[in-house]
Structures are given as C-alpha cells and as structure tokens.
C-alpha cells in the first residue's frame, strides 16, 4: 500500500528517486531552507524511504552526506530516465513530445469528453487524473477556467524531461478541443502546473 506523504516531502522524494543528492542540492532544487530539508529527509529516512551514507570529498573539504530514495519506486524512475533519453537520442526532442502527446491521448482516450461543456469536459479530465495521483482541480477565477494540478507524479523526470510536459499539454488541447496556455509548472518551482482555458 502507497503511503501518503505530505507535498514537499513527495517532491523531496521524486527528486531522490533520479539521482543521489545532498541536503544543499534538494534546498536549492526546491527553493526551500536546508534546515526545513533537513527535517523532511529525516521523517523520510525514519520512515524507510531514503537512505544516507556519509562521503569523503576527495580534496580538502569536509565529509558530506548523500541521500537516496530507496522506496519501491526508484528503479522504475530510473528505468523511465533512461528510456526518455534514449527515445530523444532516436526521435529528437519533437518526436519525444509527439510520442508522449500521443501515448497521453491513448490513455486518456475513454473519457471521451466530445459534446460537452468547457467546464464539465475539465471537471472529468481532473477526477481522472486524481485517480492518477496529480491532486488536479478546476478553477474559475474572473470568468476564466483553469486547470490546475497541485501535485505531479513524476517530478523529477520533468524536470528533467520537459517533453514529459510538453506531452501533457498537447494531449489535453486535443482530447478537450480547447485552446490552453500552461502558465505555470511545478518542475520549475510552481506551486501547481497551471493551464489556463483560453
């Protein structure tokens, strides 16, 4: 069973699941103090979720320790890693998106969201994609709709992956026959991806 953590530490954890990183490189990666990372990674660490071990710098400096996701998750991270960069090496970047876009749409597809209102056709597009774990909802702020998705699935690959985005947001303009304008991601620090109805 998935244990449910709380936002930041589900974002300290995606980022841990890429890569190993020190305590400074996830303060600076979200924009947080090191002494509130600091208390994340020891909740995650108590609860079996990351590991540490203690390094030697090779020169003068002082010992540091590397953090590292240890969940269920992180080989299948690594796996997605390694797979998206040989799909780019082989598509280029575009054809990384289109095929993303497409795959999107594939599964996406039994809403079959045709002949509805803008607002409905969002409404069911955000309960889908919360049984998928991305805490979506629909706004409506100044007679505009926007989709907004407080929590992202696959963090640490968007960031380093912006296809991963890219292929989100042409499979949504397509599947809702809306225009939409992303004004906001949360791999570059947002606090949700933002996409706005135009």
């Keep these: 069973m998935a244990l449910l953590l709380e936002g930041t530490k589900e974002k300290v954890l995606e980022l841990l699941r890429a890569r190993p990183l020190t305590a400074k490189e996830v303060a600076e990666a979200l924009g947080l103090s090191r002494a509130a990372v600091g208390k994340h990674l020891q909740d995650l660490e108590a609860r079996g979720?990351?590991?540490s071990e203690v390094r030697r710098c090779s020169g003068r400096g002082r010992p540091y320790r590397l953090y590292r996701a240890q969940d269920?998750?992180?080989?299948?991270a690594l796996l997605c890693r390694d797979v998206l960069q040989g799909l780019e090496k082989a598509l280029g970047?575009?054809?990384v998106v289109a095929f993303l876009a497409q795959r999107n749409l594939?599964?996406?597809?039994?809403?079959d969201l045709r002949g509805l209102p803008p607002k409905e056709k969002l409404t069911r597009l955000a309960r889908r994609l919360n049984e998928e774990g991305y805490e979506a909802e629909v706004v409506e702020e100044e007679g505009r709709l926007y989709l907004c998705q407080r929590r992202c699935p696959k963090l640490a690959l968007s960031r380093e992956h912006e296809a991963l985005c890219q292929g989100e947001l042409l499979a949504y303009q397509e599947l809702l026959g809306l225009p939409l304008v992303r004004e906001?991601?949360?791999?570059?620090?947002?606090?949700?991806?933002?996409y706005r109805v135009e």
């Design 49 to 51: 979720l990351v590991r």
């Design 72 to 76: 269920g998750e992180s080989p299948y």
């Design 93 to 95: 970047k575009e054809g």
């Design 106 to 111: 594939v599964r996406l597809a039994p809403l």
């Design 184 to 194: 906001e991601r949360i791999a570059e620090g947002g606090s949700c991806c933002r």
